[in-house]
């Protein structure tokens, strides 16, 4: 039952009231006529209902925000097609639900749209949401309604959820990547697909000479063969995944909490990428607590780290300071690696004498303003 229903419920009791203390032509004809128009608007309805269509589309899958303390705009699309070439539709309404698993926000919204005669369109539902995540938006129940708003029809329910990555904006810094990267000449079978370098035994690219190349690049044969002097560019050899150790321990409650969650995932997302920037394969490892399993993704191009954080916001920060440590060391094959990053928003007391590594554990606090210093 809509307000409307209850208003024209109102209004035709009314009438009859006049219509039984003043029986007059005037009153009966106004009393039959309030009948008349529930019966033409549910009719109406009956007829708008097999013409007008609706579905939900996610056309922007992950967005970035402005600045790591507003809130994001998410959205999703709402398209609704009138077929019927004379009738507008002049009202309707879709009930949405969302949820962002990783901070906990989550609410419900309605959405008001109309659709012109013989048009599509499209409606953007936009979800305000303060901290990064997976937001997933569900449209559970699109209902249009009469021109007077007294009944209402169901023309879809139940969509299927459509997920929005919300990512922090990127942090500049430097992070020497020397230290991470191994550009010696050690055997490697597995070579940049983006970068030229100095490998021989792998071809990158094959171009004209130019000044300064050496005359040992020169590629003869086929030089011979074109006339031109070309030359072989070699490959870039790709170093072992570097380990990255992501702490889920997030301390705080109410703002400050959500705050550093967010500065841990900014912090995460700029390193990432500036690895991804350098040609460095990261290995994240991170423990589930849902799930209670460890997890590990590797991270080699930017839509990998993308998918690393859909799997990454499925796990929830936890209130245990020490939960990593002791379910990697726990786990079957949680044997200590050569040498990690540790990214964490804790204080990591005692994270470097833990057994996570072998050689070297470099632990950084993304909760400090200059956090990639540290490695520097």
Request: aromatic letters at 12%; hydrophobic letters at 40%.
């Amino acid at each position: 039952m809509t307000f409307g229903t209850i208003i024209y419920a109102l209004l035709c009791l009314f009438g009859a009231v006049i219509c039984i203390f003043y029986l007059e032509f005037g009153t009966v004809a106004i009393a039959g006529l309030l009948v008349c128009i529930p019966i033409f608007m549910f009719l109406f309805l009956i007829f708008m209902r097999s013409r007008v269509s609706a579905s939900v589309d996610s056309k922007n899958p992950m967005t970035e925000k402005d600045d790591i303390d507003k809130p994001a705009r998410a959205a999703i699309t709402l398209s609704v097609e009138n077929k019927n070439h004379f009738l507008p539709l002049t009202k309707g309404v879709a009930k949405v639900r969302y949820e962002n698993y990783f901070s906990g926000e989550k609410g419900k919204m309605k959405v008001r749209f109309s659709v012109d005669v013989g048009r599509k369109r499209d409606r953007r539902i936009v979800v305000p949401m303060e901290n990064c995540g997976n937001l997933a938006i569900k449209v559970d129940k699109v209902r249009i309604y009469d021109y007077l708003s007294i009944f209402a029809w169901t023309i879809g329910k139940d969509y299927p959820k459509q997920h929005v990555l919300i990512v922090p904006p990127t942090k500049e810094f430097y992070l020497g990547k020397d230290r991470w990267y191994n550009e010696t000449d050690e055997d490697s079978d597995r070579f940049s697909l983006y970068k030229k370098g100095d490998d021989p035994s792998e071809v990158f690219d094959i171009r004209e000479y130019a000044d300064g190349d050496k005359i040992q690049r020169i590629h003869w044969k086929l030089s011979s063969k074109t006339g031109t002097l070309m030359v072989k560019d070699g490959s870039l050899p790709l170093t072992k995944a570097l380990h990255i150790f992501i702490d889920l321990y997030v301390p705080g409650e109410g703002d400050e909490h959500h705050k550093n969650a967010n500065l841990l995932v900014q912090g995460i997302y700029s390193i990432s990428l500036y690895m991804i920037e350098h040609a460095i394969p990261q290995h994240f490892i991170w423990y589930n607590r849902e799930a209670d399993i460890v997890e590990e993704r590797l991270v080699e191009h930017e839509e990998e780290l993308l998918w690393m954080f859909q799997d990454l916001f499925r796990s929830r920060p936890t209130d245990n300071a020490g939960e990593l440590v002791e379910a990697y060391l726990a786990w079957d094959q949680g044997r200590p690696v050569e040498q990690a990053l540790y990214l964490t928003v804790g204080d990591g007391v005692g994270i470097e004498n833990s057994g996570l590594t072998r050689n070297r554990l470099e632990v950084m606090n993304l909760r400090g303003e200059n956090f990639g210093e540290a490695v520097g």
